[in-house]
């Protein structure tokens, strides 16, 4: 993939944005590892903004420049680890994308926090009668061997996100006008994201939403039925300390009130959060756990990252629960989930020493420092 050098060189150096990639040495070894790694294809495209991905005809995955840059800089880290060139040529496949930059970061943050200085990717191991490849595997002088398997599901949600994508950036300007009390979070949800919107739709539901919050209506569901297209929203006023009304959603996305402010919070802390419901979810999740959980070798000290994608947090870690902690073959095993590219939940079925180390050493680490 061709890269034009001088012209992201020059953005980055005016740019007080990108801290940490001022070094231009580092940063030309950034690109021209990069420009190694990406095939010459229409499926990918890069400017100044980032990185464009395009995955289907209606999914396109965007990657900010910074996190490109930061990507790119933990690559550089791996290129004399075993088995680097298997993990770079998963970046050929568009679809991998997504999945690829989250293993990377769960690497890094192992790398980092476990203080090693050998890492292998893609470890050939025996398990039953088969031979399995993890994503990566370190060695801990006080743990031994720690097989890692990482599964993010942005990837598999990208078309029903792209829906209520589209939907923030029709919508969003005139929800981001509302005057909502700092004590208040609007959680609006669709059955179906719309596949198309209108005036009509825009201005009866930003208007609902400003009269529930005259009258200070809140913690009360309200559904709104628009009988031109046959959309049916609901939307709630619902004071923070309560938690996510719309739990059996599996998409939410935050909408940031401030265009500056890219940083996702904690949910219950956001002023606007969009749901739609995805009726495959609790199918997906099992299927990618225990895909996982096929993995690495239950014998052995093995670590699973899960990385979802705006499914509220307790469905998480409830199915996950059943399908891991309740099963003492995987005592040596540890879950993390990743959100906000913070380990926010640590599930694991035994607490002897070796796991007390491992959960010591992960709790509350942010993955991209």
């Known amino acids: 993939m061709l890269i034009n050098f001088s012209e992201l060189i020059t953005h980055i ?20 590892l990069w420009s190694d790694i990406l095939p010459s294809s229409n499926s990918f495209s890069i400017d100044i903004n980032g990185i464009d991905i395009l995955q289907s005809k209606e999914s396109k995955y965007h990657v900010s420049l910074l996190d490109f840059l930061q990507c790119g800089k933990e690559l550089l880290t791996f290129r004399d680890h075993t088995n680097f060139n298997l993990l770079v040529k998963q970046f050929e496949n568009p679809q991998q994308f997504s999945s690829i930059l989250f293993e990377v ?24 009668q088969k031979t399995k490849s993890p994503d990566f595997k370190i060695f801990v002088p006080q743990i031994g061997e720690i097989f890692c398997e ?20 029709y919508m969003g300007p005139k929800l981001k006008q509302i005057v909502i009390p700092d ?10 994201c719309p596949r198309h919107f209108n005036r009509n739709l825009n201005e009866q539901l930003v208007a609902s939403i400003n009269e529930v919050i005259r009258l200070k209506r809140y ?12 959309d049916k929203i609901s939307f709630i006023c619902i004071e923070k300390y309560h ?12 909408l940031p009130m401030d265009d500056h402010d890219k940083s996702l919070k904690e949910q219950t802390e956001q002023k606007i959060i969009i749901f739609e419901k ?6 997906l999740l099992k299927t990618q756990v225990e895909d996982a959980i096929t993995q690495v070798p239950s014998e052995k000290n093995s670590i699973i990252f899960i990385e979802p994608f705006g499914y509220p947090q307790d469905m998480y870690f409830q199915k996950i629960n059943n399908l891991v902690l309740n099963n003492i073959k995987y005592r ?26 491992i959960r010591s050493a992960l709790k509350n680490k942010n993955i991209l420092s």
């Open 13 to 32: 150096k005016e740019n007080n944005a990108y801290p940490g990639f001022q070094d231009m040495r580092l940063l030309q070894n950034i690109l021209s």
């Open 219 to 230: 913690n009360v569901p309200i559904e709104l039925n628009f009988i031109n297209s046959g």
């Open 183 to 192: 004590n208040i979070r609007v959680e609006v949800f669709f059955t179906k």
């Open 243 to 254: 938690p996510i009304f719309f739990q059996d959603s599996s998409i939410a996305i935050g």
């Open 150 to 169: 990482c599964k993010s599901l942005i990837s598999f949600n990208r078309v029903n996100s792209c829906r209520v994508l589209k939907f923030i950036k």
């Open 332 to 357: 040596n095993m540890l879950c993390c989930i990743v959100m906000y590219n913070m380990v926010v939940k640590l599930l694991h079925p035994s607490a002897d020493n070796k796991e007390k180390i």
């Open 278 to 283: 995805d009726n495959s979810f609790p199918s």
């Open 105 to 128: 970061r769960c690497a890094r943050f192992c790398y980092d926090y476990f203080n090693i200085d050998t890492l292998e990717f893609s470890p050939l191991v025996k398990i039953g």
